[in-house]
C-alpha cells in the first residue's frame, strides 16, 4: 500500500478484556516496529521485526503484551487482560533495510481502557 | 535506555517569528532524526543527520547535529500557521533502535 495501515484506528476496551491491534506495513519494508505513546511523554519501543530474524521483544512491558508477523506482511500486537495504564496510543511503523534513516508511521490506534 | 531531552516543552509564536527547538543527551548518537506530529495522525520523518556538525536546511527549516553527536537543534524561520504540531527528536544507538524525546508542542498563532 501508499502507507502504513493501522486498524481500528479507536478501541475502547473494558479492563479485562483481550484486545488486539493491525498493522498493515508498506510493501517491500522488512523492518517493523512497535511504539507506544502516552499523553506528554516520548515513545516508548516495544518490539522490532526484521524479516524472519527473531524479533527484538525487549520493549513489551509485561507477559500481557505479545506480537507476530509472518515474514514482511501483516503484524498484529495482542494485549491480555487490559489494564487501564495499557491506555495509549499505539504507534506501528515499517522501514526498509533496518530503518537507520527513518521510518514510515501509521496514523495509530487510541486504545482506552475503562 | 538512551535518553533525550527536549525544550521547550511548549512554545507559542505569533505567525512570521522564528523559533528554535533543542535536542540533549549525554549519550552519543549514530543518527539523529526529527519528526512533525499533527493531532490524530503518526509522525512523519522530516531529516536524518548522521555526521556530527552537519546542518541540513529543508526550505524554511534548518536542523544541526552537534560536533559531538550528542545533541541537535530545529530552527524555523519565519513560522506559520501550518508549521504547527508536535516535533520529536530520535536519535539511533544501534542498528535499527530509536529512542524518542517527549516532544516540543509549537503553535504558531495566525
Known amino acids: 500500500g501508499a502507507g502504513v495501515s493501522q486498524s481500528p484506528s479507536n478501541k475502547v476496551t473494558e479492563k479485562g478484556k483481550d484486545v488486539e491491534l493491525r498493522c498493515d506495513p508498506i510493501?517491500?519494508?522488512?523492518?517493523l516496529y512497535w511504539y507506544r505513546q502516552r499523553l506528554g511523554q516520548g515513545l516508548e519501543f516495544l518490539i522490532y521485526f526484521q524479516g524472519n530474524s527473531a524479533p527484538d521483544k525487549s520493549g513489551l512491558p509485561s507477559d500481557r503484551f505479545s506480537a507476530e508477523r509472518t515474514g514482511e506482511s501483516v503484524s498484529t500486537l495482542t494485549i491480555q487482560r487490559t489494564q487501564q495504564e495499557d491506555s495509549a496510543v499505539y504507534l506501528c511503523?515499517?522501514?526498509?533495510?533496518?530503518?537507520?534513516?527513518?521510518?514510515?508511521f501509521g496514523s495509530g490506534t487510541r486504545l482506552t481502557v475503562v | 535506555t538512551q535518553l533525550l531531552e527536549q525544550s521547550p516543552q511548549f512554545l507559542s509564536i505569533q505567525e512570521g517569528e522564528n523559533l528554535t527547538v533543542y535536542c540533549n543527551s549525554s549519550?552519543?548518537?549514530?543518527?539523529l532524526q526529527w519528526y512533525r506530529q499533527e493531532p490524530g495522525e503518526g509522525p512523519v520523518l522530516l531529516v536524518t543527520?548522521?555526521?556530527?556538525?552537519e546542518v541540513k536546511k529543508l526550505k524554511r527549516l534548518t536542523f544541526q547535529f552537534g560536533d559531538a553527536r550528542k545533541d541537535s537543534s530545529l530552527h524555523i524561520t519565519a513560522a506559520q500557521p501550518g508549521d504547527t504540531g508536535l516535533y520529536l527528536c530520535?536519535?539511533?544507538?544501534?542498528?535499527?533502535?530509536?529512542?524518542f524525546g517527549a516532544g516540543t508542542t509549537v503553535t504558531v498563532r495566525a
Open positions: 549519550s552519543v548518537f549514530s543518527s
Open positions: 511503523a515499517s522501514a526498509v533495510g533496518q530503518g537507520g534513516y527513518g521510518y514510515t
Open positions: 510493501s517491500g519494508h522488512t523492518a
Open positions: 543527520v548522521v555526521t556530527g556538525g
Open positions: 530520535a536519535g539511533g544507538y544501534n542498528d535499527y533502535k530509536l529512542s
